[in-house]
């Protein structure tokens, strides 16, 4: 069975393309935030300790990103988007088994399957996403945004779904999430065109030794590092913050939402920071993200009630503020190898800063979560260090594409 041909259907504009896009990165990435608020009450049923949770983790992080490129050359042989349709079906029957498994190793290998079909969908997703953003001139931050912030609500949402329905009927029931990536899945069967890279533009070669030795590839590793300690901070976040506010005497419900909190605020500033970036230029935005997540997230950790959440809140809205605008400025770096640059971005980044959070737990168990994440926020200044040192382009953002 094939899906329906684009021909029947004619040409979804740019704005739709987006729409269907967002709500089936919604979908996918709602799954691997199943894994934070769960570790608490995984830890018990599994029987393991702070480490393996570091570790069961980054094996999330690890396959949803390493494993990007590989998708990404394969999407590049496709004529049609089976890897985003596939994508979330497979990543909703793995994870929706979550809560059955009494074993790490049982749960270690459903988050590695399960990675490897959120990693399928990104690479196909975001070449539909950037060829959408082509055809609406001056916006491409803020057309990524959406994208991205698509995926983020759904990393976001993805607790309060999970904690509903063991709440209600406990984790054994944990399949019955499956519903939200099989209905995505058939959505995006239905509606999406056949041909999301035409073919000339997935034939590009890749980045050759001259344009590695260029200028331009010392911003981008610049730029790439950024991403990576982004990404360390976030993934460590979403994992110890739960198990830390639970071990204060908070509920499991209210640790779960926090999280929540972080990463909603964390999608509005994706928005903002994106449009904000086709204005004033993309190295700008990145260092407000970065200057203004210190100072935040370190009066969360040093408040109480109220205001701690508030600032909770106002770090995720810094933090993700970048996230896209890393994401365009890599692409406008190196516009031919657009789908190579958006795989380092997307995917070695974040699969890297993921991988950091195996040692931080190790740490956290020698020192404890509190003291672990009051040093992790401190990286935080070392991706604003990076920032600074990008060189500027003339421009910026909209007005950087020369």
Known sequence: MNPPDASRNGDLKPRRTILLLSMGHFANDAYPGFIAPLQPLLMQQANYGLTLAGVLTSIASITGSFMQPFFGLWADKL??????????????????????WHSWHALAAVVLLGGLGTAAFHPQAAALAGKAGKEIKGRSGLIMSLFVTGGNAGHA????????????WGLRYSMVTAVLGLSAALLLWRKLPQQPVPREEAARTPLSWARIKSGRFGSLILVWLVVVMRAFVVSGLLTFTPIYLTGRGHSIMMAGSANTLFEISGAFGSILGGALSDRIGRKEVIVLSMAGAFPTLWLFMHSSSLLSLVMLAAGGFFIYSSISVNIVMGQDLFPRQAGTISSLMMGMGWGIGGLCVTPLGAVAERIGVEAALNGLIFVTLAGLAAALF?????????????
């Open 79 to 100: 004529r049609k988007p089976w890897l985003v349709i596939l994508g979330p079906l497979v990543t909703a029957l793995l994870f929706g088994t979550i809560g059955w």
């Open 390 to 402: 990008i060189p500027a382009r003339r421009g910026g953002g909209a007005k950087a594409s020369a």
């Open 157 to 168: 949402l993805g607790p309060v779904i999970i904690l509903s329905v063991v709440s209600l």
